[in-house]
């Protein structure tokens, strides 16, 4: 009898195990691991530093990393950012540093970073930026293809399309997004926006407004002096 209940105490320990095994997640479900194609990275991929606004000497520096097609840095980029650009990267006060961070729930936000890429080939990224984020319900929230609507918003910021064409095509800067977004994983981000400011992890209650980033830099810079 008591090996009877030595056994069935093994097969318990067992069973538990094997449950226990079958309810982990994969490694293809895990965090930092995604669907995304397999890239090859160069250099000069590595040593892209992001879209850059603002003066060298500015005392802040804010690195935000995101997703174009997230709704989140949509709303920041299309309402809060201009006031921003405006009140701290103009006046010397910020510079600021943007990182492509593509999700893998997002269908098209690879699609749209590389548009932002091969705009900026031809000195337009911001605005190519600003045509994404200003126009996002046109395209984000639609099962389709968006590339027809890309095109016409590069069309409409004064693109050479056939440029623009070319570089989608042979997926020019498909390495230096990836590298961004490994450099992401790296630093640990896990959503869009995130924000790095002066090179430390900065965490908002809300999303964040203009008015959030005037008095973080008010901050820093008044505990400077």
Known sequence: ????????????VVAAVLIWQASRPSSASAPDATDAPAVAITAADSAFRGY???SDSAPVEVVEYADYECPFCAQFGAVQFPDVRRQLIETGRVRWRFRDFPLPLHRWGRMAALTVACASEQGKAWEAMDALFQRHADWAQR???PSGLFEQ???????DMNGYRACVDAKRYAGRIEASRQEGLARSVQ???????????????RGPTSDDFLALVDSLTKSRR
């Open 153 to 159: 918003r590069m069309r409409d910021i004064g693109l």
């Open 191 to 205: 959503g869009t926006p995130t924000f790095f400011v002066n090179g430390r992890l900065h965490e908002f209650r």
């Open 143 to 145: 099962g389709g293809d």
């Open 1 to 12: 009898m008591k090996r009877f209940y030595l056994l069935l105490g093994a097969v318990a």
């Open 52 to 54: 850059v606004l603002g």
